[in-house]
T-cell receptor
Framework: TQLLEQSPQFLSIQEGENLTVYCNSS?????LQWYRQEPGEGPVLLVT?????EVKKLKRLTFQFGDARKDSSLHITAAQPGDTGLYLC?????????????FGKGTLLTVNP | GAGVSQSPSNKVTEKGKDVELRCDPI?????LYWYRQRLGQGLEFLIY????????KSGLPSDRFSAERTGESVSTLTIQRTQQEDSAVYLC??????????????FGPGTRLLVL
């Protein structure tokens, strides 16, 4: 089983602070996705990273895929209350079963005004 | 257009009863997935349908779980003789075509199942 470990599990910060969430594995993934899930809703895809060392930016969010494609990070600059939610990373295997995403347990982020 | 819809949104049942959960994917999406999300856990893959191909049922946790899909539309997930450990949020997702790296899965809001 390919496991994805996310840290921290919980994070509570003040508006305007920066934060980084980590997603680590001992296994190699062909791609890695980040989702945000709000209460009572399904996860919404934020980004997909495919190439080792890749960095993608989405407004105040910066995503990085590790060189070895085993880990990823999500950095949020100047967090806002609207960023509150459960952040999930999910990895896809290579080959014919790449639709089977392996999800981490998530990081529950609370941004206080 | 409309997103993925699921019904019911909440279901409370007694241990031993059967339940049926429904998923309406986005129109035109040929791929459909079911996941289970237990409290404090990540999403667990349950089953995958792609067009007319045989479904990948490798994630179903026991033979009490089954799922069907009518063509490229509605899917139902059935849990027979429910147990308390089946309590979870059951999420359905659909995607446009054959899943590849970067293919976006669009999730429904989930069905919250509580087995008493």
């Amino acid at each position: 089983t390919q496991l994805l470990e996310q840290s921290p599990q919980f994070l509570s910060i003040q508006e305007g602070e920066n934060l980084t969430v980590y997603c680590n594995s001992s296994s190699v993934f062909s791609s890695l996705q980040w989702y945000r899930q709000e209460p009572g809703e399904g996860p919404v895809l934020l980004v997909t990273v495919v190439t080792g060392g890749e960095v993608k930016k989405l407004k105040r969010l910066t995503f990085q895929f590790g060189d070895a494609r085993k880990d990823s990070s999500l950095h949020i600059t100047a967090a806002q209350p609207g960023d509150t939610g459960l952040y999930l990373c999910a990895g896809a295997r290579s080959g014919g079963s790449n639709y089977k995403l392996t999800f981490g347990k998530g990081t529950l982020l609370t941004v206080n005004p | 257009g409309a997103g993925v819809s699921q019904s019911p949104s909440n279901k409370v049942t007694e241990k031993g009863k059967d339940v049926e959960l429904r998923c309406d994917p986005i129109s035109g999406h040929t791929a459909l997935y079911w996941y289970r999300q237990r409290l404090g856990q990540g999403l667990e893959f349950l089953i995958y349908f792609q067009g007319n191909s045989a479904p990948d049922k490798s994630g179903l946790p026991s033979d009490r779980f089954s799922a069907e899909r009518t063509g490229e539309s509605v899917s139902t997930l059935t849990i027979q003789r429910t147990q308390q450990e089946d309590s979870a949020v059951y999420l359905c997702a659909s995607s446009r075509g054959l899943a590849r790296n970067g293919e976006t899965q669009y999730f429904g809001p989930g069905t919250r199942l509580l087995v008493l």
